[in-house]
Each structure stands twice: as C-alpha cells, then as structure tokens.
C-alpha cells in the first residue's frame, strides 16, 4: 500500500469559488478536496488534503510528508514567490513533488513569473484550473513507484 499524496495549499485558497471566478474559475476548494479524493481512489492512492494562510504551518507539513507521504502536489500560492523557507523544506523531501498553479502564472503580472519553488519541483502543472489538481494526481501515480 502507497503512502498517501499530499496536497498542500497556500494562503487565501480557502477563498477559491468565492472571489475572483475570471482568474481563479467558481469551484471551491472544498469541491477539489473530493475531487482529489475520488480521482487518488480510481488510482489506488489515498489523498492527505491540507490549506493554510501560515507559511510555518505549510514547511511543518512538508516536513510530515518526509515521514508520512509518497509525492507532494503543492500551490504554495503568494509563498510561490517569496519563501525560500518553504524552498528550503521541500528541498529535503527526496519523492516526486509537483507544483500547481490553477491560473496561467506567466500571463500575469510580472510578480507572479518567479518562482523559487520551480528550482526544486520534479515538475510543474500551471493554467489547467481546477481540474489542475486531477491531472496532477494522475501524473504523481505515474511517478511514485509502488510500496
Ligand atoms: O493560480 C494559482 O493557483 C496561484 O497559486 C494562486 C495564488 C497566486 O498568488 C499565485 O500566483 C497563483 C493566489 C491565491 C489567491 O486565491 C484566491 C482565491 C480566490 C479569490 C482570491 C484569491
């Protein structure tokens, strides 16, 4: 049996499908939390689904995934840009890590181009929305080997 994929979500997610549906689309964060969790069970995986607005809080939770997890999928939302803590962790964490953005980062403004966490991503899913997180798990199950 796999350890479960977390999916990890930074500050104002929780916000999803209530503000901003031109940039961010009307599901809420709720809806891709069972999203996940219905698209990990066809896979044969089990989905550990987290959101904070507290960096600490998001490097606390890496740190468990090096304990407790087969692979991260992360939106580390604004701490894309400016945390070389959350940098820092996810480097420690050896399994497959993908970073996902819902919107198409790089046609926004230039503050949203940069990402630290890129440096240390396995790979990158950016501008899918929602179904952003779907794919991601079906692209984790491809690259976590079996326990
Ligand atoms: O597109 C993404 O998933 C982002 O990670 C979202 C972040 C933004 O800082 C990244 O550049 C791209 C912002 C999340 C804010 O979430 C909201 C949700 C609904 C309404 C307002 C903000």
């Known amino acids: 049996m796999n350890k479960p994929i977390f999916v990890l979500n930074g500050p104002n997610l929780n916000l999803l499908g209530q503000r901003e549906p031109s940039i961010y689309g009307t599901t809420s964060l709720a809806d891709i939390r069972l999203r996940c969790i219905e698209k990990a069970k066809i896979l044969g995986f089990e989905i550990e689904f987290r959101q904070t607005n507290f960096e600490g809080e998001l490097v606390e939770s890496v740190h468990q995934a090096r304990i407790d997890a087969c692979g991260i999928i992360i939106n580390p939302a604004a701490y894309t840009f400016t945390s070389i ?14 970073e996902l953005h819902i919107s198409n980062v790089h046609a926004r403004e230039s503050i949203y181009h940069n990402s630290l966490i890129s440096r240390v991503a396995t790979a990158v899913m950016i501008g899918f929305g929602a179904d952003g997180y779907e794919l991601a798990i ?7 080997k079996p326990q």
Request: glycine share 4%; hydrophobic share 55%.
């Open 138 to 144: 079906q692209a984790m199950a491809g690259m976590v």
């Open 85 to 98: 803590a959350l940098l820092d962790a996810l480097k420690t964490f050896e399994p497959p890590k993908i």
